[in-house]
């Protein structure tokens, strides 16, 4: 490249340039077939070996418990707002569910699910626009709830849940789009969990379910065919044509995670990046963060400057530094940075380096 951009963009996001380059060496020619991957049948030999490893990958990474099976669905991460309660309300008759609302997805989803049963919204955190974690526990959720609902990290509001939520014999479903693999999962509290692939794995259009096997084969009568995990689990998500090329970059991404040092080391790069720029907010008059201290992103850093002027400035200035697709969103403003696992600690220092100029010759 003959300029440096970093790409802060909240999805799609970048990817490891490892991996794009190895893409690219690898797209006319895979494994020397004389074909493209995105041309290779995925019933074929070769493309089994590509899911196989990606599966690995997976389990190794996380500690993954083997009663745990792993799904590659069409749609992305908002066909799972349909497909989690589609597949788990029938665990009990009530067909009910409990959702924590901490953001816009959190809300789609549980407005998504309300079309398929009873679903109760035991904690928010709207009346403090989304700045916050709001308390989830085990004594909000009745008996007869088929299950749990949370969305792990909040890309427009810049919170997320440092520890899920302990509930009990209550599954816990977890949209988890934005962070999954960008830290150590406790799968004890985990019984499904869902990401689409744009910010951490791979391109957009396909999501991963990761889902307790005993929790498959509820689904109810009205779901689509191509929306039951039973049939994703019996054909090896396979069932008809899958995003091939989606499952093959996921596969080496997983990789370049593993070859990082793996999720602990990722989380560590995290932490060590997202402190960069919360220090700067933090030891400024000029900006001010969007999230309350306690429930911050590492994912996503938001922040606000004095008006919307200033704003638009930081906004040109910043790109004609090679900082790219920092605008926030419209329900809160001011700047997002997303910082996800490919995102370089450079990227992150240079950002805050700009934040401390800015503020000197504005603030």
């Known amino acids: 490249m003959s300029k440096q951009v970093y790409n802060f963009g909240a999805g799609p996001a970048m990817l490891p340039v490892p991996v794009m380059q190895q893409i690219q060496e690898e797209f006319l020619n895979f494994q020397g077939l004389g074909i493209s991957l995105i041309e290779l049948s995925h019933r074929s030999k070769e493309f089994e070996a590509v899911i196989n490893a990606c599966d690995a990958l997976v389990r190794d990474l996380s500690n993954l418990p083997e009663n745990y099976k792993i799904l590659y669905t069409h749609g992305g991460a908002q066909m799972q707002f349909a497909g989690v309660p589609l597949n788990l309300l029938g665990l009990k008759p009530a067909h009910k569910a409990v959702y924590s609302e901490t953001g816009n997805f959190s809300k789609l989803a549980n407005k998504e699910a309300a079309r398929y049963g009873d679903i109760i919204i035991a904690s928010s955190s709207a009346d403090t626009n989304y700045d916050r974690i709001p308390a989830f526990t085990a004594d909000m959720i009745p008996a007869d709830a088929s299950y749990a609902y949370i969305t792990s990290n909040n890309t ?84 008809n044509t899958n995003n091939t090329f989606a499952i093959y970059t996921m596969g080496l991404v997983l990789q370049w995670i593993k070859d990082q040092g793996g999720l602990a080391a990722i989380e560590k790069v995290n932490e060590q990046k997202a402190a960069s720029l919360y220090s700067v907010i933090d030891n400024s008059d000029f900006y001010t963060g969007t999230a309350h201290p306690d429930h911050r992103s590492i994912m996503n850093v938001t922040f606000t400057l004095p008006d919307e002027e200033l704003t638009a400035a930081f906004l040109k200035e910043a790109l004609e530094n090679g900082l790219y697709a920092l605008k926030g969103h419209r329900n809160v403003g001011g700047i997002r940075a997303s910082i996800y696992n490919a995102m370089p600690l450079a990227g992150c220092e240079a950002l805050a380096d700009f934040m401390q100029s800015f503020e000197s010759k504005n603030g």
């Open 156 to 239: 427009i509001y810049g919170t997320r849940y440092h520890k899920y939520p302990e509930l009990g014999d209550t599954p816990l479903a977890i949209d988890a789009t934005s962070d999954i693999f960008s830290r150590p999962i406790d799968w004890s509290r985990v019984s499904l969990m869902f990401a689409g692939l744009q910010k951490n794995l791979g391109p957009s259009g396909t999501a991963v379910v990761i889902v307790r096997e005993d929790l498959i084969g509820h689904a109810l009568e009205k779901t689509p065919s191509l929306m039951d995990y039973a049939v994703y689990e019996k054909s090896h998500s396979l069932a």
